[in-house]
């Protein structure tokens, strides 16, 4: 009954045998090794993208700093929900990465900027010559944090507006592949034929051990991303690992095996919870997050029995034991559903 | 008629004849003059603190930056109004010298951080161990950038709260003659009784050519202070001209003198509009700021007759002539009553 | 004949064993796994250091620029040698995170600092109150970039001066395993009883995929490493791979037996080295490095025949074939006998 | 007898008159003024450069670091003489405007960068991929702060060797009016006309109160520079009075006749040290200064009788009376003829 977070779980089998497989001999250091060049080949055909870069870290942090930092002047605002993990989670690192730009929180609703707040947003900034920070790009999460998924037609929307002001857009995609699975569209539809200039692609919490791959659609500020890379170091000696594990992910789909089989999970378990007494969803799951309210009793039970997953803005003494708290479950690729069902079974 | 701003007006006399009297032969440079140490005597008298430290420069951004990042770590996020002038006036600023902190924007109302808005946003932040960014110092200003003043009640308030969690508060006073004319009460009682770690004393916009002072009641961090101005280029080699304006300005009290006279100003201004056909005053003008909305037509007027005066959040081509548009009228210490009367007229 | 580096070898099997091992199951993230509470154990014991914390990064950059930017503020200047990795090959890092310290270079011989140009070094700077930068750490390597090690005898004289002036010293340990086998002393010797106060434990250069631990003997700044480590991207979700690494090296002092192989293949190659026609050893290979001068039709002669090193401030095109070139050799846990004598054959 | 630096002396009262002619009356605040408008074309033509762009800043400080930071990577290096004022005096100002650049010294000769040692160090850095910083521009100051002065065809020349690399030169014209007299050529031949991309042109020491000038001879980086002073906090609300003080400094060549004036008290002072018993010249004194060992009982003669010099890298306790000591005597513009006569008869 682990639901605590994506990143608690194994390592996918295949990604354990392609790092094995990749110790095999010697091996050039920091990307000069075969399989990292294999890897470009192999994202632009995923992507359809044969113009597009792809550079490798080990942490989604990393690759949202890093792409963001490329793209944005320390003077600018990057536009985000208020929900974005560059916002809430990453402890400033895109403020120091670019060296003190700002964050300009847009207005979202179940985890979705909206287009009027983008607007507004935007609008508002950039308004009174050099005083105040001017417009930088925008950063989009898609699946958001709320475990919700924006529409193509909504991403485009939002690209949309962003292109009118010349900004670009990044995309926050730490569960990407959750995402894709639930719009059932291609990787090149789901970003740049939507208008995302650059994505954070995430591995890490789709069954990898800890690679992200920043892709740049438009390759401009690749040597930016790597001199900056280097800079901040994240350019791994033994790269080769990296590569390793994330071909292994895009080899024979298998990122999108992994990522279905999560949102199943997450499907069951959403299900299961609609119609649990006293139980309510909070947004619309659509790839591997569902949040919940349950009775605080529910949840001493629940926890008691050895469930896993976080109170949400909630704590769980000292309140009545009816009171609805909320919590957010996370499910990833080796959910099984027999846990699931243990899981339901005690609510 | 010139309401542009209290930056557009001139020099005060006294002020022109202390730097005149401060060029007379030789002194030491990067504030080892007499004036200088003279000065620290005269802001301790005058704020009834002993041990309080202050440092010149010559921009109130430098003063509001240097003192927040002597007191804020870059992992940190400072708490202010949406409107203060360090999130939207400073191009950044805060984030570069305090090498990426945050800014988390309170709720605001009539240009005043609320209670309710500032226990909300500190309690919001520092809740997911090192993930999100760590609660840092509080930064409210007097009077605010919408010519109110916050009672000396409400400082206490604001001021209470940030002590519950242990945050520092730092006043961007680049009004704050103007806040203490209105609130008549002692320097000391506007500050440090008030619960006011840190001080951006500002002269500037109130007959000054160009100097603020950067006033620690807690010396404990002015050292770094000092270290931090001579990195961020803002130590002055010849100081004593710094020091020249700041003496003057305090000297028999001229920084009140000047202070009562552009907010009587702005009264003889404010009761003028009141009266006017067609125009609102947007907030209570207690300081030497008044907000009002007029229609355009009579913007069209004013403009033509020779006013200057910024709109705000509005344009004048492109609406109905009957349309209210907003507009800041500020008052410094030079407006003479015939030039506030002849704009009266012109109403 | 893999001599480019010891970062192109595989992983140690042991260590992909226990990366299979860790991979069973879930585990809580970022540092809250048990491996990882059992590293800290095992630290404290391998070097005799109870009060000692240990946090775990992927890249030896990380660990050096985090280490330093926890002890060193943006006005102080590091000392270190004019060959150190911090100064040649972190393109900049540690001037990034620390926010823009500077780093003084020490005359070096040999790769090792001396006693006198360390106190020149420190001596010279802080000499004009605030207006140059401020002493900050001194930053040692240990094994040196040319192979060299600093005796205990060595180390102590450097510690001692930096002491005199309340200097923390930093060790750059990503060969540290290879010194501790050319010194013949314990882990805690070598560091915390010369006087090191902050270590960089390499493993990535050793046997290790991706893991350095950045070890603090006095845990005054543990926090703020970790704060800054999360900050700059480099705290892991899927921490106990790191954990698992770093505990798999440690364990049956797998570190020490790597290292020892490591140095003993070396000392077979500089012996072939030092046998062999017109080549001159360069510096003492103390380690698992050794430099040497080889005619440059010796070099042709090697690289045809699929020799990997890397020829050292010098070019193979475009001079005389007997001019001698500098070339570095490094090995590591996996040369073999038969390989090195395979290549000292082609000598 | 103040020959301890030129910013102890009085502001010139051509400056002062100035200062009280552009107080009076209203003006647009942020160089939006008439004068600052008008010092544009003064600039211009003064430089013979119709393509140029100032913008005033108060520090000479700001403007090295301004002009660097818009011309510099944080990953790249600046090549800078050992005595560089950016590298000895400015507390790691360059680090933090340009975001954690690097300064490599390159080997200097009385003051002066030599070709040898400036090809030197830009061929020493670049080498090693993106591991070591990258290349960036040349700083180079004049007069030297030994009070030497380039001649035009050094100058050529090692602005010829930044250009094969493609790099920007900057000069640190702190004390540029002292230069050129010594020159006798025009400030075209001194600056853009013998490579020079952007100048700090000083102010400050030559009669002005606070004022110097970045002159951009290649306006690209205009803007950025101008982003770049608003975020550090550089660009001031009263900026007439900037304006003002430079206006007045180039009105009628009053810049070249101050330092003129200032070279002359110079010749004087050197020519009696020369004469002087026991005292040997350290360098050529070219523009405003004058290095000179005299032994310690002058020196405390000197002292004891009020005279106002700096010990240059020596202290006056604790040795023998006649052991030479270095010190660094620097005329400004009020230096009087009997005043240096008086000093010239106490030795």
Redesign the interface.
């Known amino acids: 009954m682990?639901f605590?977070?994506d990143?608690?779980?194994?390592?996918h089998p295949n990604v354990?045998d392609a790092?094995?497989r990749a110790?095999?001999?010697?091996?050039?250091?920091?990307a000069a090794d075969a399989l990292s060049a294999e890897l470009t080949a192999q994202v632009r055909e995923v992507f359809e993208a044969p113009e597009a870069v792809v550079h490798l870290?080990?942490?989604?942090?990393?690759a949202n700093?890093l792409l963001l930092a490329s793209h944005a002047?320390?003077?600018?605002?990057i536009f985000c929900s208020r929900c974005a993990h560059i916002q809430?989670?990453?402890?400033?690192?895109p403020?120091?990465?670019?060296?003190?730009?700002?964050?300009t929180?847009v207005t979202t609703e179940d985890g979705k900027m909206t287009p009027a707040g983008l607007r507004a947003a935007i609008e508002g900034e950039e308004?009174?010559?050099?005083?105040?920070?001017?417009r930088g790009p925008v950063s989009l999460t898609q699946a958001t944090e709320k475990g919700t998924v924006y529409s193509l037609e909504e991403l485009r929307t939002l690209t949309g507006i962003a292109q009118e002001f010349g900004l670009k857009v990044h995309m926050d995609g730490a569960r990407f592949a959750n995402a894709l699975i639930a719009l059932g569209c291609t990787p090149a539809e789901a970003t740049w034929k939507s208008g995302i200039d650059m994505l954070s692609f995430g591995g890490?919490?789709n069954g990898l051990?800890?690679v992200e791959a920043a892709i740049l659609f438009d390759p401009a500020k690749s040597r930016e991303f790597?001199?900056?890379r280097?800079?901040?170091?994240?350019?791994?000696?033994?790269h080769r690992?990296l590569a390793a594990q994330m071909h292994a992910y895009l080899e024979g789909g298998l990122w999108l095996e992994i990522a279905t089989s999560a949102n199943a999970a997450c499907q069951r378990l959403a299900d299961g919870l609609r119609a649990a007494p006293g139980a309510n969803l909070m947004y619309r799951p659509e790839a591997n997050i569902v949040f919940a309210r349950l009775p605080r009793a529910t949840h001493r039970h629940l926890f008691a029995a050895g469930a896993?997953y976080h109170l949400w803005?909630a704590t769980l003494d000292g309140g009545p034991e009816d009171e609805p708290l909320a919590a957010r479950f996370v499910t990833d690729w080796s959910a099984s559903d027999a846990d699931t069902d243990r899981f339901l079974a005690l609510l």
């Open positions: 682990h605590a977070s990143n608690t779980g194994p390592v354990m790092l094995l110790n095999a001999g010697y091996a050039s250091p920091y870290v080990a942490t989604g942090t990393a700093s002047t320390p003077w600018q605002t809430e989670d990453e402890l400033n690192a403020e120091f990465f670019t060296g003190g730009a700002k964050l929180l308004t009174r010559d050099l005083h105040g920070p001017m890490t919490k051990m800890g790597e001199l900056r280097k800079r901040g170091a994240h350019l791994f000696s033994k690992f896993e803005d």
